[in-house]
């Protein structure tokens, strides 16, 4: 008698950061999930060193906010030098951030890892297998069969879900199961990245976070995160013309490189190998019940420390869709969202990583001197500024454009609700938020519209500053975020998307009822039916 095939919600293969978000975001959801993994023991050694203020509050927001300040530390400012130690640009990540906390949180990545671990494997929804390897997978219009063996024994095991999610890093199954190609960017480049854990006492004289651009070596050095109280620096070696992998790997030369910054006597070498950068774009996102997030989708360089931050936000953006769709209350037509919100942000952080690449990994002196002169002299353009949404579930007007605001990051602080005070995502709650700085405007809300927020889970909330006593009810911004923000941008009443982006706003408590009107008919275009759409939501705009 052929074993029934057992059914998921969602399959998941790999199990490293971006795969264990997702697991836990679903199982919040009460998501049946499945992950496999082809190795037994999660990979020790550190990768990623840090996550912006963003996804810092997406995992606060999934309940490790109170233990992520004991596995991270703030960031300092991230400066540019050339060779003779004169600053070429700096990128600020220690001021205060619209998220709350600093820009840049730095994080020693197993440490970090570990945590989602546990949270993970606290949840009795998700069932995590490690040692399979997937071998094959294909969809029919129902469900994904996924195939997997046993990495030891070659024992092989199928599975069905509602969809499978490749979090199976660059050289993804799910991504060729799809068919997707992938977009090489053109940068690529060898360096040598080593982990380092000065001994107890022992105190480093060396800039906080900084790029080297010396074109006889370039070279970063940054924080790597905290362990039990320790904190871990990490060097990176460009790899220059002439010289092998094999000798940059072995460890007599590790310490030759590190010789004008640490030696032997003051810290361990804890791991050093060098890895290939390069800025490659996954083509095609979904197919089908198939998708893919992390490395499978975009690889990027170093420089902006974005690498695990885009991965986590795949996640964000995917599992707000998802459980939409699970819950029966969307068709799959959602999810043809993902690709048109997530990839061009991605590129947009991929060229800002290439522009920062371009900037050190130059081994000519000439050219380095010519790179010098014209930071200088003003002459070399600027950054390119982080990214915002641009496609997808945004306020548009009748010619089809997106509406300013509408893309932005929303503000998040320190708010106060009756006797309660703490996060605004705690104490509020996620989801959807109708927020406003007028008590008219959801005074002056339909009953059509109010039937749809609710349908939807949606939060009504109004934001008011300290001392300010527009409603009994009102949240207080403590921090001082969410008024500044608002009047900015021109905003008397907002609407939040699950994913803390800014869907849209209006700028008079007269308008609210077409916003809320505006984001019925968008979810409905996009396969939403909550059976509850407000009557004006067929109107044009």
Not at 58 to 84: K, T
Not at 259 to 280: C, G, N
Not at 513 to 534: S, Y
Request: aromatic share 8%.
């Amino acid at each position: 008698m052929q074993k029934e095939i057992p059914l998921y919600d969602v399959v998941q293969i790999g199990y490293g950061p971006v795969s264990e978000i997702m697991a836990l975001a679903l199982a919040r959801q009460g998501r049946n999930v499945a992950v496999f993994e082809r190795w037994r023991e999660r990979f020790a050694l550190p990768r990623a060193v840090c996550i912006d203020h963003e996804l810092y509050r997406v995992l606060s927001a999934l309940g490790m906010g109170e233990d992520l300040p004991a596995v991270s530390h703030a960031g300092p400012m991230y400066r540019w030098f050339n060779a003779d130690w004169k600053e070429l640009l700096a990128i600020d990540w220690e001021s205060e951030s619209i998220s709350g906390g600093p820009e840049v949180n730095f994080i020693h990545q197993p440490t970090l890892e570990k945590m989602f671990e546990d949270v993970v494997a606290a949840c009795p929804n998700v069932e995590v297998n490690l040692g399979w390897e997937a071998v094959a997978a294909t969809q029919t219009a129902d469900y994904v069969e996924l195939t997997v063996r046993d990495f030891v024994t070659d024992e092989r095991r199928t599975v069905r879900a509602k969809y499978l999610i490749g979090a199976d890093g660059a050289n993804s199954l799910v991504r060729q199961a799809i068919g997707s190609t992938q977009e090489d960017r053109g940068f690529e480049a060898d360096w040598l990245v080593i982990d380092v854990l000065p001994h107890e006492g022992v105190v480093l004289d060396i800039p906080p976070a900084a790029q080297y651009c010396n074109p006889l070596r370039p070279t970063t050095i940054v924080p790597a995160g905290v362990k039990d109280g320790r904190y871990f620096r990490r060097w990176e070696f460009m790899r220059l013309p002439g010289e092998s992998r094999e000798d940059l790997e072995l460890e007599s030369r590790a310490w030759e490189l590190l010789a004008a910054w640490v030696r032997p006597d003051q810290a361990t070498i804890v791991r050093h190998k060098v890895y290939t950068f390069r800025s490659l774009l996954a083509n095609t996102w979904r197919k089908g019940r198939m998708l893919i997030a992390g490395d499978a989708a975009h690889v990027m360089p170093p420089f902006m420390g974005q690498g695990m931050c885009a991965g986590l936000r795949d996640d964000w953006n995917l599992a707000w869709k998802l459980n939409l769709v699970l819950d029966g209350k969307a068709s799959d037509a959602l999810l043809d969202t993902y690709q048109p919100e997530r990839r061009p942000h991605v590129s947009d952080v991929i060229d800002l990583s290439m522009y920062l690449g371009k900037v050190i990994c130059i081994p000519d002196p000439v050219k380095a001197a010519e790179r010098d002169e014209a930071f200088f002299s003003g002459k070399a353009p600027p950054p390119p500024e982080f990214p915002r949404l641009t496609d997808g579930i945004l306020r548009r007007g009748s010619d089809g454009a997106v509406l300013t605001p509408a893309g932005l990051l929303s503000p998040h602080s320190t708010v106060r609700s009756g006797e309660r005070q703490g996060r605004f995502d705690d104490v509020v709650g996620l989801g959807f938020v109708l927020m406003s700085r007028s008590a008219v405007a959801l005074t002056a809300l339909g009953p059509q519209q109010k039937i749809f927020l609710d349908a939807l889970g949606a939060k009504r909330v109004i934001i008011t500053a300290e001392g300010t006593a527009i409603d009994a009810a009102a949240v207080v911004d403590l921090d001082h975020k969410f008024i500044p923000f608002m009047v900015e941008n021109g905003i008397d009443t907002m609407l939040v998307r699950p994913d803390f982006y800014l869907y849209g706003a209006v700028s008079e408590s007269t308008e609210v009822n077409q916003l809320v009107d505006d984001l019925a008919r968008d979810l409905r275009l996009h396969g939403v039916h909550l059976g509850a759409e407000p009557l004006r939501s067929t109107q044009a705009r």
